[in-house]
């Protein structure tokens, strides 16, 4: 079984600030990695998504993130914050077989501050 | 556009109630899930249906039933034996069994309160 460790529910930044955000996994077999992001009373949505290949994955908005597999983490980092970066982000593992076995991690709140 | 409808976005229960949310999708999944989310927990899966009328429960599906008579419809009903349905319901989508791609297509949710 698959699981996910998000590490602080809340995240502060100032506008123009790096971003990072935690994600650590378990898995037993080589695992499917993904950042999604939610806005307010909305779905999620897929920010990017680490198969096999490179391990630096980049994604939409300006994210990116990198698949460590001796420190079994998959870091979100985006460079320079923006307001509109503001939302709850999620990581979440698969065993690569099953879409319906991805397990989430807890979620992280961004706040940006101008 | 495609995407995945998701309807009433608000709704409130009295307790004892059943209440059914809907959800619709024109994206030709095969797959289709409900997901519950509260505060500081994620999302945990509650059913998970990868054809037409055959459907599979999640982690949490106790309180809850759904069907799938069409591709495109997923309707979950939050019946009264949930003991604690106040949360916010999202259902999404994906290509299907054997796609191995993990991406899912939410909807916008549906937030549940019992009065």
Known sequence: AQSVTQLGSHVSVSEGALVLLRCNYSSSVPPYLFWYVQYPNQGLQLLLKYTTGATLVKGINGFEAEFKKSETSFHLTKPSAHMSDAAEYFCAVSDGFNDYKLSFGAGTTVTVRA | ?115
């Not at chain 2, 309807?7 to 209440?19: D, M």
């Not at chain 2, 419809?73 to 994906?94: D, H, I």
């Open chain 2, 1 to 115: 556009d495609g995407g995945i409808t998701q309807s009433p976005k608000y709704l409130f229960r009295k307790e004892g109630q059943n209440v059914t949310l809907s959800c619709e999708q024109n994206l030709n999944h095969d797959a289709m899930y409900w997901y519950r989310q509260d505060p500081g927990q994620g999302l945990r899966l509650i059913y998970y249906s990868q054809i037409v009328n055959d459907f599979q429960k999640g982690d949490i599906a106790e309180g809850y039933s759904v069907s799938r008579e069409k591709k495109e419809s997923f309707p979950l009903t939050v019946t009264s034996a949930q003991k604690n349905p106040t949360a916010f319901y999202l259902c999404a989508s994906s290509i299907g069994a054997g796609s191995n791609t993990g991406e899912l297509f939410f909807g916008e949710g549906s937030r549940l309160t019992v009065l």
